[in-house]
């Protein structure tokens, strides 16, 4: 998922915009050398007590206080801000507070903290603020959601993650592949508020969806799948504001400026308001095209490499987006990059006031999972090695300070 090739492939086809654009920025300089590694642990080097080795972490997340939450072996462990262990919640099973596959990992505002089970399925575990099992839910069962599918029309329904606000109000991200006339598959992403009495629809979009295009099978289970549609990210903060943006939507591109958007929905008003921001696009190599067209082809895939072929024609920008944090009051955006050169740049928003305030420099090997209370957390793997948690200092210039 955090493979940084792969990432390139999952943003490479979507585009069709073929004006020229010639787009001048007014900005001060990024600032470079902001990140200082502070902390790194998860290994036998660092860990006293075996099952708080990290073997293969799926994802992880950190609270206000600094505890570090991993998803590691069906099970949360947790850190402290010092990488300590603390305690293991959840386990191996399929009975309440227990995972087949553990996957995603959310806190919310209060405390809750919400654990995918097998992404997709619709099931989840949710636990206290002191992480006492609360309740196992299965949103396929739940008769809002049932009434919402029939309500569509949609045989079905993919759960991609759940971010739960408290016991009975959350925020969830669900798609539904569908085919067209032509046999072309194509999938709805949507973000729903759900509430103890209503199922409120925030946003929808509609894309080709990245089953069109898996190059194996194997690589398939890797989750290496080429999503050439783009992708709804989203990040909910701790005062109740849903930030969402969709990375093949949510921009625009004429003859003489290019622009993206941030898209901040209100859970107290369920308003929705818009950051509009600059930026420039940044052409995808034809060799990278080459590339992908010949992959296919060396798999013996030639109906797949030609319909590629097509579909890459006319395509000729990366996405202006490839993830969004936030962090106190500050919206870290980062760009869609050339994989040619080595650094990412990340637009740096303040979202009381909805003004850019600066960008930085930050290395490509450096794929964060979060950004929080001024640190910037990512998981370092390698073939051979335990893998471990790394926390960069982030420099308080960037917060102001």
């Known amino acids: 998922m955090r493979s940084f090739l792969y990432i390139v492939l999952i943003f490479l086809l979507f585009f069709n915009c073929s004006s020229d654009v010639d787009v001048k920025t007014t900005e001060m300089e990024p600032l470079t050398n902001v990140l200082t590694l502070e902390l790194s642990f998860g290994d036998e080097n660092t860990i006293s007590k075996n099952e708080f080795l990290l073997v293969r972490p799926r994802d992880m997340v950190v609270n206000n206080a600094g505890d570090i939450f991993v998803v590691d072996e069906d099970r949360v462990k947790l850190f402290g801000n010092d990488g300590k262990e603390k305690l293991i919640f959840g386990r191996s099973g399929q009975g309440p507070g227990e995972f087949t596959r553990a996957d995603d990992i959310t806190i919310g505002p209060q405390g809750y903290v919400t654990v995918m089970d097998n992404v997709g399925y619709g099931v989840f575990n949710i636990f206290s603020s002191d992480y006492s099992f609360v309740e196992k839910v299965n949103l396929k069962n739940i008769q809002k959601y049932i009434q919402f599918i029939g309500k569509n029309k949609w045989a079905s329904f993919f759960v991609n993650k759940v971010y739960s606000i408290n016991e009975e109000e959350r925020i969830v991200k669900i798609s539904i592949s569908q085919l067209d006339k032509n046999e072309v598959n194509y999938e709805t992403t949507l973000l729903l508020h759900e509430t103890p009495d209503t199922l409120f629809e925030i946003t929808r979009y509609r894309s080709l969806s990245y089953n069109q295009f898996i190059i194996d099978e194997r690589m398939y289970r890797r989750g290496f799948a080429i999503a050439y549609q783009g992708s709804l990210i989203w990040v909910v903060t701790d005062d109740k504001r849903v930030i969402f943006t969709h990375t093949s939507h949510d921009f625009t591109i004429n003859s003489n400026s290019a622009h993206y958007w941030i898209n901040i929905y209100s859970l107290d008003t369920c308003e929705i308001t818009k950051i509009t921001h600059r930026y420039t696009p ?14 296919f082809k060396d798999m013996n895939e030639p109906i797949m490499a030609e319909k590629s ?36 740049l990340y637009d740096i928003i303040d979202l009381n006031s909805g003004e850019f305030y600066m960008s930085i420099i930050v290395p490509d090997s450096l794929d964060f999972y979060c950004i929080k209370n001024g640190y910037a957390y990512r998981l370092k793997t390698g073939r051979d090695i335990f893998t471990v948690v790394e926390k960069y200092r982030i420099d308080p210039t960037v917060y102001g300070k």
């Open 282 to 295: 940044v052409d995808i190599p034809d060799e990278l095209k080459d590339w992908y067209y010949q992959s």
């Open 309 to 344: 072929k097509k579909l890459m024609k006319d395509s000729r920008y990366f996405p202006p987006i490839e993830d969004i944090f936030c962090d106190k009051n500050l919206l870290f955006v980062k760009l869609g990059k050339n994989p040619l050169k080595k650094d990412y």
